[in-house]
């Protein structure tokens, strides 16, 4: 299938970290469609070969599998073209046009990796040059806007000039292989269904912990923050993925429309909740892999009067019969004591003792995202290292590790989300009312900290964050997983 791939932004950190990567695995591994061309879209006046160039010198700083040989790289490279352009000049996209006319494609892939700020007059202009056609697709990377009006804004003006089936909106979490195996687990498997739901589980905790700090990005970090960052699109796609009803089927509106309803079951704020379900917290100077690490403060480019958080710590509900009454416990931060991101679904200990347990013999699901991909079920066990104690059960865990299960080589989350956008497949990406809900549901609490006196808590870089947070959990007499 001929294909081209617009990549606006195309000497950008993201295209060649990220993108470039996850295409030319995919060009490895045999699944791009033959017959396609990636055209990379920047200011800097640069030919084709130049291009080529570029991303070749890139490819030595990225992480691959495998590194290519000349020969494999000089195949996929011929894919590779470029065209300058301004994105901010009306005129620069009939030339754009004109060089997609060139060759007859059965798809064209728009990907926005520009600044959001571009995104809308992006979108108005691919419209008025004619580059809307209903074989155009549409990919739009986070953050779509600051707040609730300006994602709406962005939403409402993409929608003038394309469909909704034709807008890919990017979270990459949902593209990697651990976050479909969550699906198939709850949607394949007749076995969890029906202890997935309040009479059987204590509480839920998302955590996705990063041990680096804003690096060289944090003049722009200054002006988001984790709970833009992280929380009202990763964290809540994850919390819908556990929480969701089964769908009719798997298509991607079944999908989404339950997702969208468990954004839309989440307790809204009061000030009482916002007041002790809310734990933000800014890193300060402290010790990662032995060396020692400037606070958030004395990062380069961020106000050193900042009040931005680089950790949040909440509780959410659900209010609907599945899960009323169960805590979600989410928490992302930097400069985290590890690179971890896993789920854990904590089970009611047994109704009645009849051996000794370890934690009253509650079970537990620990989905792991990152570094690891996998599942854990910890269950209790006879140990017999004291053979005269058969009363006491010890914990063990049922581990699947999917990387050894299945292989390293497998489909990276870019690379997955690249592929379905040019196959036209939706369901890993996120629909407009999706993530107007998710904004709605944070918005209250920007807000609320927006008028709050209190300055951030302070955490040491390397710890699991401020012990606020611990204390929050700990009201409901539990204890987050790595202290348990
Ligand atoms: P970046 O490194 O600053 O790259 C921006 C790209 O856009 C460059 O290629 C730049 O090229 C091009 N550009 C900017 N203004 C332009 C214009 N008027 N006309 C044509 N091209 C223009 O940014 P990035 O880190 O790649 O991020 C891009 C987007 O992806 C942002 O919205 C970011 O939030 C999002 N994102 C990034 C990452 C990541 O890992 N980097 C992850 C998730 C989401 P010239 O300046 O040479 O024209």
Redesign the pocket.
């Known amino acids: 299938m001929a294909f081209n791939l617009v990549l ?8 060649w ?2 993108l470039m990567p996850a295409l030319f695995q995919a060009f490895r591994h045999g699944t791009l469609p033959e017959g396609g061309r990636i055209i990379g ?4 006046e640069m030919s084709d070969v130049q291009y080529r160039e570029l991303i070749r010198s890139r490819f030595d700083q990225v992480e691959l599998a495998k590194r290519p040989s000349t020969e494999e790289f000089d195949r996929f490279a011929s894919l590779l073209h470029y065209q300058r ?4 000049k009306p005129d620069a996209y009939a030339t754009l046009k004109a060089r997609l006319d060139e060759r007859a494609a059965e798809t064209t892939v728009m990907y926005l ?4 700020h ?1 995104f809308t007059a992006v979108a108005e202009q691919l419209g008025a040059a004619g580059l809307n056609t209903p074989s155009t697709r549409l990919v739009l ?3 779509l806007g600051h707040d609730l009006a300006s994602n709406r804004a962005i939403n409402q003006t993409v929608l003038k000039f394309f469909s909704e089936k034709q807008v890919f909106r990017i979270d990459h979490y949902l593209g990697k292989p651990s976050v479909q195996n969550l699906m198939a687990l709850r949607f394949a498997n007749a076995l969890f269904e029906p202890v997935w739901r309040r009479e059987h589980i204590a509480n839920i905790q998302i955590t996705i912990a990063e041990d680096l700090g804003v690096e060289k990005r944090g003049g722009y970090y200054d002006g988001i923050g984790a709970l833009r960052d992280m929380v009202q699109n990763h964290a809540l796609q994850l919390l819908c993925a556990i929480a969701m009803e089964p769908p009719i089927n798997a298509h991607a509106d079944a999908i989404r429309d339950e997702k969208l309803k468990v954004l839309r079951s989440l307790k809204r704020w009061t000030p009482a909740t916002l007041a002790s379900h809310v734990v933000r917290g800014q890193y300060a100077e402290g010790n990662i892999g032995g060396n020692k690490v400037p606070g958030y403060l004395q990062e380069t480019g961020v106000n050193t009067a900042s009040q931005t958080e680089t950790f949040v710590a909440l509780r959410a509900e659900i209010a609907n019969w599945r899960w009323a009454g169960v805590p979600f416990y989410i928490r992302t931060g930097k400069r985290m004591a590890g690179r971890e991101a896993h789920i854990v679904v904590n089970f009611h200990a047994t109704p009645h003792a009849i051996f000794q347990t370890p934690n009253g013999g509650a079970n537990k699901l620990v989905i792991h995202l990152q570094p690891k991909d996998g599942l854990e079920l910890h269950l209790m066990a006879q140990a017999q290292a004291n053979r005269r104690d058969t009363n006491s059960l010890s914990l063990t865990q049922l581990d699947l590790d999917f990387d050894k299960r299945f292989g390293t080589e497998r489909v990276g989350a870019y690379e997955r989300l690249l592929l379905d956008v040019i196959d036209g497949r939706l369901n890993l990406f996120v629909r407009s009312d999706e993530q107007e809900e998710a904004w709605r549901w944070v918005e209250p609490v920007l807000t609320h900290w927006q008028q709050d006196t209190n300055l951030p808590r302070q955490y040491t870089a390397g710890s699991w964050g401020p012990s606020a947070a611990s204390g929050m959990i700990a009201k409901d007499g539990f204890c987050w997983e790595e202290e348990s």
């Open positions: 606006f932004g195309g000497t950008g950190d993201l295209a970290r990220k879209v920047a200011r800097d352009m301004d994105l901010s990796a520009v600044s959001p571009l990377e986070k953050p």
